[in-house]
């Protein structure tokens, strides 16, 4: 089972964040390229709408994307986000999970974040990790991934 570096994160409501949590609870990590694109847009909603239901389960969902925090806010504020998300623009967090690969769009070939989902245990063990994520009832994945702790 692989290990997090404990990591502090800046995040939207002004959080600190702390990887693995500080408060005994699971994170789930979620990577996506862009705020407020398409698949991107489905995911938050969706992790949003179960939200209560991770909470409930003694875990705590963050997206991230390099975007920045004023982007992260508009993002949520436009489609009424209950999880926050953490800005990763000096990629940090890409780099120490590894979802920044070679993406080709249009022809062009660019550095992006690959969504990928990561169960993160208050000890800081990789619980479960899923790559090349598919939106479509994924946060039901992850959330009964969850139930079954």
């Known amino acids: ?7 502090t994160c800046v995040a939207t409501s002004d ?3 702390n990887i693995p949590d500080d408060q005994g609870r699971n994170i789930v990590l ?10 991107c847009t489905i995911e938050g909603n969706d992790f949003t709408r179960l939200n209560e ?3 409930a389960n003694n875990s705590v969902i963050y997206g991230v994307s390099r975007d920045s925090i004023a982007s992260h806010d508009k993002f949520i504020k436009k489609f ?3 999880i926050d998300l953490i800005s990763d623009e000096d990629e940090s967090l890409c ?5 920044l690969k070679l993406k080709k769009m249009y022809g062009k070939e660019h550095i992006g974040i690959v969504r990928s989902t990561f169960v993160i245990s208050p000890d ?9 994520v598919k939106v479509d009832g994924h946060a039901e994945e992850v959330l009964d991934f969850i139930k079954a702790l």
């Open 1 to 7: 089972m692989n290990k997090v570096n404990p990591t």
């Open 15 to 17: 959080l600190n964040v």
């Open 30 to 39: 979620y990577f996506y390229p862009k705020d407020d694109t398409p698949g």
């Open 53 to 55: 239901d991770f909470a």
């Open 80 to 82: 009424n986000y209950t």
């Open 95 to 99: 780099k120490q999970f590894d979802v």
């Open 124 to 132: 800081g063990d990789i619980l479960k990790q899923w790559d090349k």
